[in-house]
Every structure is written in structure tokens, then in C-alpha cells.
């Protein structure tokens, strides 16, 4: 045997070893409920769930998901029905005193509304420190921000639901129809829109780019069910902050619109997140928030509808 054939089946039994040594690559995205996700009533039209999920993390340098789920987050989510179920922001003129010993700024947000909130999440980006909601933020009662261009982020979006009709467009198509700075009479064609960064999903496919951010981070979203029929409030781990904690907003994406993760989501804009996410439903005494009494700008509240007489 010559050299050069020793040579090349040294190399192939060593790259043989070396290959048998790494850890085999799922080809996708995997996640599993630890248990099945039980949806419980809150209201007509309004029902909420936690419920924790395994996933397999993705690793952006290699472009590589991992061949089993080794983290977990915990769903804390609402499912609501809009024409049963009213979407209310609200922000406060001054900022809260907060004791994280005992409080969450998120309650407090709550009472300063004196809205019946049958239950609420922290909503969009804020100017800090007065407050101030960026970007277009309209609700059924009032016009809280109109300016689109203050979000300067390229995948900021806008997801409205205007004359009946639900729609995440990106900045840039929005300012195309309105121009940057919505007027009053085109606010009051909107029953609802809130603008955040990133767009997740639209059309059932995952739109933010695997190149975003890797950290994992508590997270909350606001989206369409795959028959657009219910909107979904959906936050990871907003009782608190840690390195085990949170995904990417690339697997965030994902778990979004997995039916194996029990949400399945069409369309989805991710909100303010981090140390700021928060979910409460006062009635059962629920007030979470990964930073307790982290300020926040803004809330979403849900309530019931009055009914016609």
C-alpha cells in the first residue's frame, strides 16, 4: 500500500471518528407541552392558559437547531373572541410607587385605569422617562400615539384591524397608505392598532430573521389564530428573569406557529418584552412581571363588551 492511500484512510477513519463525536442536528424546530394546555374561561369570548413547553434551542452561528429540547418556558396566554372582548390600552400620567417586596407595576397600572380588566399584559414600546407610547397606538376610546416613523426600526410593523379587517403590514407599507403621521380622521377607521418591532409571523410564515439577537428573553406577542377568528395575548416567563429562561425571538417565532406548541398563530407582532413582560387577571389575584416593578409605558387590557339592548 502506498503512501498516499495510507495517508487518505487515515483521514477517513479519523474524520469517521471526529463525525461520530458531534452531536447529531435536528432539521428543524421541536417543541412538546409538558402537559396538554387547558384553556380555561374567563368570560364569554375570553379564555387564558400556562402552560410550560420544551423546546430544541437554535444555535445562530451554525444555523443549527439542537437534535432534542434541553430548555423550557413557561405560556401564560389569553384567547379571545374581539366582538365579544374589547382591547383597552392604558398609561399613566405620572410613574407608580412600586415595592418589589410586595407589588408588580403592572397592578398598579391596572387600578390607575379603574377599568374592569377581566386581565392584561404589558403592551408596546415607551419613551422613557414620561412614558410616552411610540409609535401608532389606537384603541376603541382614544388615539395614544399616531406618529409611525418614531419607530425607526426597519421590521417594525403595525397590526390593525381596520373597517372589520385584521392586517400586519410593515412601517414602511403603513406610511405608504397614511403617510407618517396617521390623522384623526383616519384613526377613527380603526377599531384597534398597535405598532412594535419585530414583525414574527405573517401567513402562517416565520418573518424575523434567524439573525436577530440570540439572547434568550422573557417575550410577549400579539396575534392572530390561524383562522384569524381570535386575537392571542401570549407571554413566556413573565415570573421572572433568569439564564434558564426565555428564547430568541427567531424560536419565539417558531413557537408561535407551531400546532405542536398548542398556540398555532398566523400572524403575529412581538411587543415590548424582557424584564417588561407582564401578565395579570385580577379576579384570581394573578399579577406577574419578569422585573416586578420594572416601569412600564404601557398596557393592553382586555374586557367584556357591553351588550346591546
Known amino acids: 500500500m502506498n503512501v498516499a492511500l495510507k495517508v487518505m484512510i487515515g483521514l477517513f477513519y479519523g474524520w469517521m471518528a471526529s463525525a461520530a463525536s458531534v452531536p447529531a442536528k435536528a432539521q428543524g424546530f421541536r417543541c412538546e407541552p409538558v402537559a396538554t394546555p387547558e384553556w380555561q ?6 379564555e387564558w392558559a400556562k402552560f410550560d413547553v ?3 434551542p437554535y444555535h445562530r452561528e ?7 429540547p434541553t430548555r423550557s418556558v413557561t405560556v401564560r396566554a389569553f384567547r379571545i373572541d374581539p366582538e365579544k372582548i374589547e382591547m383597552r390600552f392604558h398609561r399613566a ?12 407595576y403592572i397592578r398598579k397600572l391596572i387600578g390607575d385605569s379603574r377599568v374592569k380588566a377581566l386581565g392584561a399584559i404589558n403592551a408596546s414600546f415607551f419613551i422613557m422617562p414620561n412614558g410616552k407610547t411610540l409609535g401608532v397606538t389606537v384603541d376603541e376610546r382614544k388615539v395614544w400615539g399616531r406618529n409611525a416613523s418614531e419607530q425607526a426600526i426597519s421590521s417594525s410593523g403595525v397590526l390593525s384591524l381596520q373597517k372589520g379587517e385584521w392586517k400586519l403590514e410593515s412601517r414602511d407599507q403603513f406610511i405608504d397608505r397614511h403617510g407618517a403621521v396617521v390623522s384623526s380622521e383616519e384613526a377613527r377607521e380603526y377599531q384597534f392598532a398597535v405598532q412594535a418591532y419585530p414583525r414574527l409571523l405573517s401567513d402562517s410564515q416565520v418573518v424575523v430573521s434567524d439573525r436577530v439577537k440570540e439572547d434568550k428573553r422573557p417575550r410577549t406577542s400579539i396575534g392572530l389564530s390561524a383562522s384569524s377568528s381570535q386575537v392571542l395575548l401570549v407571554t413566556l416567563d413573565a415570573g421572572g428573569e433568569n439564564p434558564t429562561t426565555g428564547m430568541s425571538l427567531f424560536e419565539f417565532a417558531q413557537l408561535l406557529g407551531s400546532r405542536d406548541c ?14 417588561s413582560t407582564a401578565f395579570a387577571i ?18 393592553l387590557m382586555i374586557q367584556s363588551r357591553a351588550k346591546k339592548k
Open 282 to 299: 385580577p379576579s384570581k389575584g394573578i399579577y406577574h412581571q419578569a422585573d416586578r416593578c420594572r416601569h412600564l409605558g404601557n398596557i
Open 93 to 104: 400620567s405620572n410613574d407608580l410607587d412600586c415595592d418589589p417586596s410586595r407589588d408588580r
Open 62 to 68: 451554525s444555523q443549527t437547531w439542537e437534535a432534542e
Open 262 to 275: 398548542g398556540l398555532a398563530q398566523k400572524t403575529v407582532l412581538n411587543l415590548d418584552g424582557g424584564g
Open 54 to 56: 420544551r423546546f430544541t
Open 41 to 46: 374561561a374567563l368570560a364569554e369570548g375570553a
